[in-house]
């Protein structure tokens, strides 16, 4: 007698990705920036000092330049829970403040430079305005929204208009290189914005 053997079902979902060799991929990334600047960042190289395959670098980023602008952003590490500011508009100068810290580190000036000599249409500005300047636009909307919320910054006021107010200065001087892009600045900023924005 012939024995039918069980059709196989549908195939289990792939393991999660491992968060360990992301981590991994991001160290391998910010020594690669500290080393040589965003030139030395392809995915051959990650991927190499990560210990992984390229497949793995991929399955997080599209490219290398979406990799390099990973490794900036977290560069200077999460902030601490206990570090949790009071109010959305304290969370907001935090968020302006780290922007400063992370481009004075050694790295954010390779990617700044890199960025100023780039045209506004290659890879890497594209992927410095999409993964880095719109990134952080749209956390700073978030904050906005809460303060208007909260009390703390007047009802009726334009939010996109407000965030170009907070952010323009910050990057316009990180091109432009022609003064110090540094947390006592990002204090006088959100000081002078928000003179015309307090409820």
Do not use: C
Not at 65 to 82: N, P, T
Not at 84 to 107: E, G, W, Y
Not at 125 to 137: D, E, G, I, Q, T
Request: hydrophobic letters at 45%; proline letters at 6%; zero cysteines.
């Amino acid at each position: 007698m012939k024995v039918v053997k069980p059709r196989p079902g549908p195939r289990a979902p792939g393991r999660p990705r491992s968060q360990e060799a992301k981590q991994n991929i991001l160290r391998a990334a910010r020594e690669l920036l500290a080393d040589g600047g965003p030139g030395a960042v392809t995915m051959e190289a990650v991927a190499a000092r990560a210990g992984v395959g390229k497949p793995t670098v991929y399955r997080w980023w599209p490219d290398r330049h979406a990799v390099a602008m990973a490794a900036l952003m977290e560069e200077q590490g999460a902030q601490s829970a206990d570090s949790k500011p009071a109010s959305a508009v304290a969370a907001l100068r935090a968020q302006l403040r780290a922007i400063a810290r992370r481009f004075a580190t050694t790295t954010g000036r390779h990617v700044a430079s890199m960025i100023a000599a780039s045209d506004s249409q290659s890879e890497l500005s594209k992927a410095f305005r999409n993964h880095f300047v719109l990134a952080r636009r749209a956390e700073g909307k978030v904050l906005l929204e809460q303060a208007i919320a909260d009390g703390e910054l007047r009802k009726g006021m334009r939010v996109e208009v407000a965030l170009d107010l907070l952010y323009g200065p910050l990057f316009f001087r990180l091109l432009l290189g022609h003064a110090p892009l540094d947390e006592k600045f990002t204090e006088h900023v959100v000081d002078e914005a928000l003179r015309g924005l307090e409820a």
